[in-house]
Nanobody
Framework: QVQLVESGGGLVQAGDSLRLSCAAS????????MGWFRQAPGKEREFVAV????????YYADSVKGRFAISRDNAKNTVYLQMNGLKPEDTAVYYC??????????????WGKGTLVIVSS
């Protein structure tokens, strides 16, 4: 069984913060890492951040480094994405993915259905 469910998206103003959650179950819990990706209107899906279940090692895209923070709570089987200093260009559908290989879109084994984040000026 594989299940990834994102939550926490919404409509905010530039400079605001949001915390996204990804509840994992089934085989996603056996993956090495969990990642966050996003897809803006008319653009390709892109990598945002990734974290390992075991050690909590994290890696970020340059576009969000210093503003976003990924974390996980193994006891709750949940991965979070804390987004601070949001900008209009952060507007996108944010997806959670289970990963055993490199942190790339085409390496994701399982996807959630996404949660929408809209940042207005």
């Amino acid at each position: 069984q594989v299940q990834l469910v994102e939550s926490g998206g919404g409509l905010v103003q530039a400079g605001d913060s949001l915390r996204l959650s990804c509840a994992a179950s089934g085989r996603a819990l056996s993956s090495r890492s969990m990642g966050w990706f996003r897809q803006a209107p008319g653009k390709e899906r892109e990598f945002v951040a990734v974290i390992t279940w075991a050690g909590g090692s994290a890696y970020y895209a340059d576009s969000v480094k210093g503003r976003f923070a990924i974390s996980r709570d193994n006891a709750k089987n949940t991965v979070y994405l804390q987004m601070n200093g949001l900008k209009p260009e952060d507007t996108a559908v944010y997806y959670c993915g289970a990963i055993d290989g490199v942190a790339a879109v085409d390496a994701v084994e399982y996807w959630g259905k996404g949660t929408l984040v809209i940042v207005s000026s």
